[in-house]
């Protein structure tokens, strides 16, 4: 079967692992091309965001969904990267992962360690899943604070947990072209940890 990951940045990684973080919001795209009836709609596939509609959106994921969490991570013993023809990462070999304090160790040329984006991580890599609990549709600004609270895995109250989850928010979402001032149609989801459904294929160490 197949499993997909989900990528979370280095600052939220611990919180995810010590099950303080358990809600994410993730852009749905394309955005709507605009309203009709006054509602969201998409041109191409006639989309409505009404889960009652004649035509849902579809959304790419599902209460009951396992993900590998996809986190940036580094493999020692393999080649830059950027090595065309290095060594690449393989199952069973030393893999780090930057959330757990690692010092930033880059060396040039086609040698040496270098960090890896989470894009690329493959599931053998993984070592924290998740289960989506739920799904629901919102807007970017439409956020209560219990919500802000638990995507942050942090314990602070009132509009300092608002103001916090918006720094975050632009941080991670704003050169995407998805800006808290834009407040984008979002997927937001709620998670817990699981156990891994294959067994992760690493030697983790801290380098």
């Known amino acids: 079967m197949k499993h997909r990951g989900l990528i979370f940045c280095g600052d939220l990684v611990p919180g995810v692992m010590a099950g303080t973080v358990t809600v994410t919001s993730r852009v749905i795209k394309p955005q709507p091309d605009g309203m009709c009836q006054d509602e969201p709609y998409w041109h191409v596939g006639g989309y409505r965001l009404r889960e009652s509609a004649l035509n849902p959106l579809p959304c790419r994921f599902r209460v009951g969904e396992k993900r590998y969490v996809k986190e940036t991570w580094g493999a020692p013993y393999s080649d830059h990267p950027r090595c065309p023809d290095g060594k690449k990462p393989a199952p069973g070999e030393k893999i780090v992962y930057r959330a757990e304090g690692a ?82 149609h979002v997927w937001r989801l709620t998670f817990k940890l699981c156990e891994a459904l294959e067994k992760p294929e690493v030697t983790s160490e801290k380098i």
């Open 103 to 184: 010092d930033d160790y880059q060396w040039s040329g086609c040698s040496g360690f270098a960090w890896r984006s989470p894009l690329f991580m493959p599931k053998w890599a993984a070592r924290i899943w998740i289960e989506i609990t739920g799904v629901k549709q919102a807007r970017c600004q439409d956020i209560a604070e219990e919500e802000a609270r638990a995507s942050l895995g942090i314990d602070i109250h009132g509009t300092l947990a608002l103001q916090n989850y918006i720094a975050l928010w632009d941080r991670l979402n704003s050169r995407r072209g998805f800006p808290w001032s834009g407040d984008a």
